[in-house]
């Protein structure tokens, strides 16, 4: 009997040990690989980029594309906005973790697209699109305007089809916002054509609260969305929210 005992409680420790190593290899949020301090170095790449390129007829973004990398450890690269926040929140088992390689000029992405990649007076860029450094939100920032987001498809005055789209945020000094011309579950979405079943004529409202490069948005309805959130150059009058730049019309 004390033999069965000791059998057991060997190889219960041992399925402990076994699930301890199991949930350690399965741990993929990389939040301490992205190093915002890392020295801009094509040899060792570290943070989140953007950049944008103009979208002329406004069939790809709706008329400017926001090109966004985030570098991680071990040679991986996130592009696009993460689906759950800023760089903080990546999860390979949901984000899309890709492998990357640079050599010659060449960045090669899961060895297959190859881009351009160069530094030139300490400014990062790929694609011939100059990048900056995505920097997290500064603790106690205060949020206190009107933005807005203009879209467009088509050359207005040139094709027939051709329509503009512009979408208002208000994000408040007490925590709660109030967003009109697109659905909550598509704030941060591409605004291209193809996503413009999400145009509304609604207004949502409800509390956010912004916390490094990560903007949650709770409605009243109870729609929770977290989406990438920073400042352009440090501007609280000109934001980035997923893919969409919202920025105060001082006219």
Not at 90 to 106: A, S, W
Request: proline share 3%.
């Amino acid at each position: 009997m004390g033999n069965r005992i000791v059998c057991f409680i060997i190889m219960l420790m041992g399925v402990l040990i076994l699930i301890g190593c199991s949930e350690e290899d399965t741990e993929t949020v990389v939040e301490d690989q992205v190093d915002i301090n890392a020295p801009l170095s094509l040899e060792n790449l570290s943070g989140m980029f953007y950049g944008f390129r103009d979208d002329f007829g406004g069939d790809e973004c709706g008329g400017i594309c926001w090109d966004i990398y985030t570098f991680l450890d071990g040679n991986k690269v996130v592009i696009g906005p993460p689906a759950n926040g800023g760089p903080e929140m990546i999860d390979c088992l949901i984000d899309q973790c890709q492998e990357y390689t640079i050599n010659n000029g060449q960045l090669t992405i899961s060895g297959v697209d190859a881009l351009p990649i160069e530094i030139v007076n300490e400014t990062l860029s790929i694609n011939h699109v100059k990048l900056s450094r995505v920097e997290p939100v500064p603790d106690g920032t205060v949020f206190n305007n009107q933005y807005k987001n203009i879209s467009y498809s088509g050359l207005i005055g040139v094709t027939g089809a051709a329509s503009s789209k512009t979408r208002y945020l208000s994000l408040n000094a007490d925590g709660t916002f109030e967003i009109d011309g697109v659905s909550i579950g598509s704030v941060g979405g591409s605004s291209g054509t193809s996503t413009s079943g999400s145009f509304t004529e609604d207004t949502v409202f409800g509390t956010y609260k912004v916390e490094k490069n990560t903007i949650v948005l709770t409605s009243n309805n109870g729609t929770v969305e977290n989406r990438l959130f920073f400042l352009h150059d440090g501007d609280v009058t000109d934001i980035q929210l997923g893919e969409k730049n919202y920025y105060v019309d001082d006219e």
